[in-house]
């Protein structure tokens, strides 16, 4: 029997309009705090503090970029600094091409994403339709059954399962490939997917997906350790209750905080991400479970799993919690916790397994 592809399924009916929030989400709830009505006032400062954001990010890039490069060996301290307040919305998908190292790599490849589009097969074509509905299902863009967006989607997770076959496809690709086609083309959010399995600018994101997930155990042994380091009186209570990070952080590594996180919050711990790397989830997680210590360390396993899985909303305030996370230091431990997994389990070989 031929296999079908998403081109050969017709588009669903476009789903009904409904509320939608300034990203394009459905509103699940009217009474939330970004659904407040602000007074005019609020709002005028708002925008024009928005708007003087946004000049400065323009003064700093040029146009299309051109400056971006001149302007980081200059004043990299200043970057960086813009960078953890947020990156304004509307320059988002230029700024992550150009800090990922993603825009190099179109520039280099010219043609090859439509190559792999369009002249090659995938093992993985079923399980990514199968799985593409799954990928932020309350976003306008992503609703209509085999739409544009899904199909987007489609191409460039089938574009990536042919350009590296090792890792293929596997289901948490779709979230960081959705999101960044919420702020790109598909050309340009295959080309930052590829910066990122393959190590661009930071150490390579594959092994997140290879056969076994290694890099998603060595990460899980890292996060432990630091929560006992760090919050010692929670990482006994975890122990106590047999609760390890793999029961609730996996997907916080997988998919970089884009699956169950509020959106503007994972924008945020993007923006960060792409410029300094992975460990701002690391950050982000311990922030998390200092910014909410004093209740779970209450709680018995089975609401510790919910609780851990369900964050108070206070808590997933972009500016205090990414505060908090800035504030915790774990460079230098990360890599000696690193170096210590390795000499147990060996390094993580290309093709999954532990050598």
């Not at 800090?99 to 993985?124: C, F, K, W």
């Not at 630091?226 to 990482?235: S, Y």
């Not at 503007?264 to 790397?277: C, K, N, P, S």
């Amino acid at each position: 029997m031929e296999k079908k592809r998403l081109d050969d399924y017709e588009q669903g009916p476009v789903p009904s309009p409904k509320p939608l929030d300034r990203f394009g989400f459905v509103k699940q709830d009217a009474s939330t705090s970004e659904g407040l009505i602000k007074s005019r006032a609020a709002y005028e400062y708002e925008r024009l503090k928005e708007e003087r954001r946004v000049r400065k990010w323009r003064k700093m890039i040029g146009v299309g970029g051109s400056d971006w490069k001149h302007y980081l060996r200059r004043k990299p301290h200043v970057v960086k600094r813009r960078i953890r307040k947020g990156i304004p919305d509307c320059l988002r998908g230029l700024v992550w091409q150009l800090i990922s190292g993603s825009r190099d790599l179109l520039l280099m490849n010219p043609g090859v994403y439509e190559q792999l589009v369009i002249y090659e097969t995938s093992a993985a074509e079923l399980d990514i339709i199968r799985d593409i509905s799954r990928t932020f299902p309350s976003h306008v863009f992503f609703q209509q059954r085999h739409g544009p967006g899904q199909r987007s989607l489609y191409n460039v997770l089938k574009a990536y399962s042919v350009f590296d076959r090792d890792v293929g496809y596997v289901q948490g690709m779709g979230f960081l490939a959705g999101l960044l086609l919420l702020y790109m083309s598909e050309e340009d959010a295959f080309w930052l997917l590829v910066a990122l399995l393959k190590g661009a600018v930071h150490a390579p994101m594959e092994g997140l997906y290879l056969a076994g997930l290694p890099l998603v155990q060595q990460y899980l042994f890292q996060f432990e350790r630091l929560v006992r380091e760090h919050l010692p009186k929670l990482g006994e209570h975890f122990s106590n209750e047999m609760i390890n990070p793999s029961m609730y952080a996996s997907q916080w590594f997988i998919t970089v905080f884009s699956y169950s996180f509020p959106f503007h919050l994972a924008l945020r711990i993007w923006d960060v991400f792409l410029y300094e790397g992975v460990k701002i989830v690391f950050k982000v997680g311990l922030a998390l479970l200092k910014y909410c210590h004093d209740d779970l360390i209450k709680l018995p396993f089975e609401k510790l799993i919910h609780a851990l899985k369900n964050f108070p909303e206070d808590a997933m305030n972009p500016d205090t919690l990414l505060q908090l996370a800035y504030s915790i230091k774990i460079s230098r431990r990360l890599k000696e916790l690193k170096q210590e997994y390795e000499q147990k389990n060996g390094k993580i070989s290309r093709y999954g397994a532990l050598s």
